[in-house]
């Protein structure tokens, strides 16, 4: 059964920082696809940042400079330092895992769909 369970959310003034975890259990990834997204009230679900299967990234224009993703295969777990936070930045914050056998030469998954397994959110408010 896989788990993905994220932390680290809170509330922060703006120009303030927060590092997200999201710790993945029910299986070892490894070179698997992973991504951040969020979702603020009335507003659809977009993707803020992932990580390929080779280590590649990609950002949403709107966090690129400001946000980084990374991960720790060692212990399962993937990371997003959010510096400079911004009212807008204001979101639940999700992240999503999709094993490699699925995603491997996909390059990087930014929308959802592309996604099978999902965390419950973590929410970050930034004022």
């Known amino acids: 059964h896989v788990q993905l369970v994220e932390s680290g959310g809170g509330s922060v003034q703006a120009g303030g920082s927060l590092r997200l975890s999201c710790g993945v259990s029910g299986y070892t990834y490894s070179r698997d696809c992973m991504g951040w997204f969020r979702q603020a009230p009335g507003k659809e679900r977009e993707g803020v940042a992932a990580?390929?299967?080779?280590?590649?990234?990609s950002y949403a224009d709107s966090v690129k400079g400001r946000f980084t993703i990374s991960q720790d295969n060692a212990k399962n777990t993937l990371y997003l330092q959010m510096n400079s936070l911004k009212p807008e930045d204001t979101a639940m914050y999700y992240c999503?895992?999709?094993?490699?056998?699925?995603?491997?030469?996909?390059?990087?998954?930014?929308?959802?769909?592309?996604?099978?397994?999902w965390g419950q959110g973590t929410q970050v408010t930034v004022s």
């Open positions: 990580i390929d299967s080779d280590g590649r990234t």
């Open positions: 999503a895992a999709q094993p490699s056998e699925y995603c491997g030469g996909l390059g990087v998954l930014m929308e959802s769909y592309q996604y099978n397994y």
